[in-house]
């Protein structure tokens, strides 16, 4: 899983409760993706960060927050958690530069419970 | 509004057949094509990629087919062995990437010995 890690693996938490999982890189690479994978939708991006404190919402980002202080972590706050919260989320890296920038890596995953 | 559309939703090829997986897009702005297989239980992992300056790439038994004009292109895989039973998604970016991948709604591949 090219360097990636994901922490914690799965998890279960109660409507409304904050959570916070994490994705950390080995691999100083720029840029750090958050997915979240679906039955019958693919992928989605939530959020994307492009340096350190540098961060963009993608196409699903509402309910979500992230943070990025150092390089190799990446952190996805679910603030409220809502049963449509329930899911699997990657994270994804991507080098920062020339041909190889959209070469994007996966770590293994969160599968997310909110009950 | 799904930018990357991708047929079938599942399909099953008998072992030493070909595997065919077709996606559409909408944005014209999209750049890099990327093909991704998932194992149950891990990530995605990149299989091959295209740029819309070629037609056709190959890598071992898999191939990308793009077709610009029509604003498709396909994953041809030959040979078909059941160890390629995943599920794959074809997926597009713009400008880089740097913004994030848009993925196709995924394919469930089933290879019977």
Not at chain 2, 19 to 34: K, L, R, V
Not at chain 2, 52 to 75: C, H, M, W, Y
Request: some cysteine; hydrophobic content about 30%; glycine content about 10%.
């Amino acid at each position: 899983d090219a360097g990636i890690t994901q922490s914690p693996r799965h998890k279960v938490t109660e409507t409304g409760t904050p959570v916070t999982l994490r994705c950390h890189q080995t691999e100083n690479h720029r840029y750090m993706y958050w997915y979240r994978q679906d039955p019958g939708h693919g992928l989605r991006l939530i959020h994307y960060s492009y340096g350190v404190k540098d961060t963009d919402k993608g196409e699903v980002s509402d309910g979500y927050s992230v943070s990025r202080s150092k390089t190799e972590d990446f952190l996805l706050t679910l603030e409220s958690a809502t049963s449509s919260q329930t899911s699997v989320y990657f994270c994804a890296i991507s080098e920062s530069w020339g041909v190889l920038q959209e070469t994007q890596y996966f770590g293994p995953g969160t599968r997310l419970l909110v009950l | 509004q799904q930018q990357v559309k991708q047929s079938p939703q599942s399909l099953i090829v008998q072992k030493g057949g070909i595997s065919i997986i077709n996606c559409a897009y909408e944005n014209t702005a999209f750049d890099y094509f990327p093909w991704y297989q998932q194992f149950p239980g891990k990530g995605p992992a990149l299989l091959i990629a295209i740029r819309p300056d070629v037609s056709e790439k190959k890598e071992g038994r898999f191939t990308i087919s793009f077709n610009k004009s029509a604003k498709q292109f396909s994953l041809h895989i030959m040979d078909s062995q059941p160890g390629d039973s995943a599920t794959y998604f074809c997926a597009a970016s713009k400008g880089g990437g740097a913004d994030g991948l848009t993925f196709g709604k995924g394919t469930h591949l089933i290879i019977q010995p």
